[in-house]
């Protein structure tokens, strides 16, 4: 057997140095040069010397992390975040270069696929905090017609990130490339999701840095959790037409402007607010349009029902007819939401939760709930009804109603009506003593509400004994 040489190998010395934490000592770095462990001194090689033995990286302002999705697994809400993987980080120009090579190019990855390129830290969801109140824009490219040059979009769009080339670098989260069966999406994901001179600006030099043709829209989507609405911003260049995302189930009830910018590219913004909310809203024949707040309402009926345990399973099968603000007095307002008359009793099971809840999020206002009713005309031989007319569709009844439905989950324990000189009467309603603490700051809403709902003057008030005999 040949001898072996068993003897330790004499380590090589390994250069190291701090990152430097300005530009100009970035750009004097070929000057200086590193120290290895035995203290000699080397000069500094970096990758423009020798693209295979430099010791020297140039650091990015902000290192960012390469996720990416399991294309082999259809992920439902529950498992997507699962199925995402944490691949690399990358802190300089080098590391980025040497990733990017080595990774298949977007054009080579299967359907369903998924790239994301984000600052490290924040992970490529809506939930995480840097997102939540965020957005993202996007744009499809054609699969069959694209090919490489999907390529370069992407890497453009990186570049532009880690060489931190957009106006409001701060608000950059990150950027997604999905791969699809007859398209890809690029997406730039952004920390804030107003509409304001930040978001155009973003949106220009998007157009801008990518070179998108003029015939692909760029669009702009807020997130919100739960995905209930969607706000979109379409911008296009010149002579490209303004396109707006629209989902048949979905209720458009907002458009918004068009803006052409001094640089000369045409930029159009339309928002288009499509809510899935809207099926919260059953509206009786005849009714008017389902308005801006009716739909704010009906979502954060959804929003409880998605994040609040103990509310979903009753909230869920019920809807509202009609939502309204009133007037008060003294600048204050109340909202009123209408129920279906035959639902009132499951609303009233989790009415009092379903106010505490709604009144934070609405927190200037009272909240209250009113069942639906029609007061049907009283009969007669022009009419020529075919039925008795219900006593519960007549205004007494229907009037009578609603006050009980304001007072809930206090009952009315008496009711008088007083007329005074002039002829006008004003209704004195009791409401049982016992929930005096709990309603008591809410009488003044009761009657403004009764009020406008009916044009009738009415008292609320917690009795003593010798009222009510």
């Known amino acids: 057997m040949a001898d072996v040489d068993t003897r330790p190998t004499e380590e090589k010395p390994v250069a190291t140095q701090e990152k430097p934490t300005d530009d100009a000592s970035i750009d004097n770095a070929t000057e200086n040069a590193t120290t290895t462990e035995t203290g000699q001194e080397q000069p500094v090689t970096t990758v423009f010397h020798d693209r295979i033995n430099y010791n020297v ?30 691949i690399v980080t990358v802190e300089t120009v080098e590391d980025f270069w040497g990733v ?25 969801e809506w939930e995480d905090p840097a997102n939540a109140e965020g957005g993202k824009f996007s744009i499809q490219f054609p699969r069959n017609r694209t090919g490489e040059t999907i390529n370069k979009y992407w890497l453009d769009m990186l570049l532009a990130m880690i060489g931190e080339q957009f106006a409001h670098e701060h608000e950059i989260c990150g950027a997604v490339i999905s791969v699809r069966k007859v398209f890809f999406r690029l997406a730039l994901w952004i920390r804030s999701s107003d509409r304001n001179e930040t978001t155009e600006t973003l949106g220009r030099q998007i157009k801008e840095f990518l070179d998108i043709p003029s015939n ?15 706000v979109d911003y379409s911008v296009s260049g010149c002579g490209g037409q303004v396109g707006i995302v629209a989902m048949a189930t979905f209720q458009i009830w907002k458009t918004g402007f068009v803006r052409c910018s001094s640089d000369g590219l045409n930029v ?61 007095g003294g600048g204050k307002k109340a909202i009123v939401i209408f129920v279906p008359v035959p639902q009132l009793k499951a609303f009233h099971k989790i009415q009092q939760r379903l106010t505490r809840e709604l009144e934070k ?91 406008k709902l009916t044009g009738k003057a009415v008292v609320f008030e917690f009795p003593t004994n010798a009222e009510l005999f």
Do not use: C
Not at 57 to 86: G, R, V
Not at 100 to 124: D, M, Q, T, W
């Open 57 to 86: 990286k140039h650091p990015l302002h902000n290192s960012w992390t390469l996720w990416f999705d399991n294309p082999h697994k259809k992920a439902n809400a529950a498992s997507w975040s699962q199925n995402l993987k944490e």
């Open 100 to 124: 990017y090579n080595n990774i298949a190019k977007v054009n080579h990855l299967e359907s369903n696929s998924n790239y994301h390129f984000f600052k490290k830290g924040i992970r490529p």
């Open 216 to 230: 692909l829209n760029l669009e702009f989507t807020p997130h919100v959790l739960g995905g209930y609405i969607k």
């Open 268 to 328: 159009a913004f339309e928002q288009t607010v499509l809510t899935m909310a809207s099926h919260k809203i059953t509206k009786l024949a005849g009714a008017k349009p389902t308005d801006e707040f009716e739909l704010s309402v009906a979502q954060a009926l959804v929003d409880l029902e998605n994040n609040v345990a103990d509310l979903k399973k009753e909230l869920r099968p019920l809807s509202i007819t009609a939502a309204k603000e009133v007037e008060i």
């Open 361 to 451: 999020k609405f927190s200037d206002r009272h909240v209250v709930f009113v069942g639906q009713r029609r007061v049907l005309a009283k009969p007669s031989r022009r009419s020529n009804p075919k039925q008795p007319r219900p006593r519960s569709r007549t205004l007494t009844a229907v009037h009578d109603a609603i006050l009980e439905d304001l007072a809930y989950p206090s009952e009315l324990v008496g009711k008088r009506t007083r007329v005074a000189v002039d002829g006008t009467k004003t209704i004195k309603a009791f409401l049982d003593p016992k929930d005096a603490t709990s309603l008591e700051y809410k009488l003044d809403t009761f009657s403004a509400v009764y009020k």
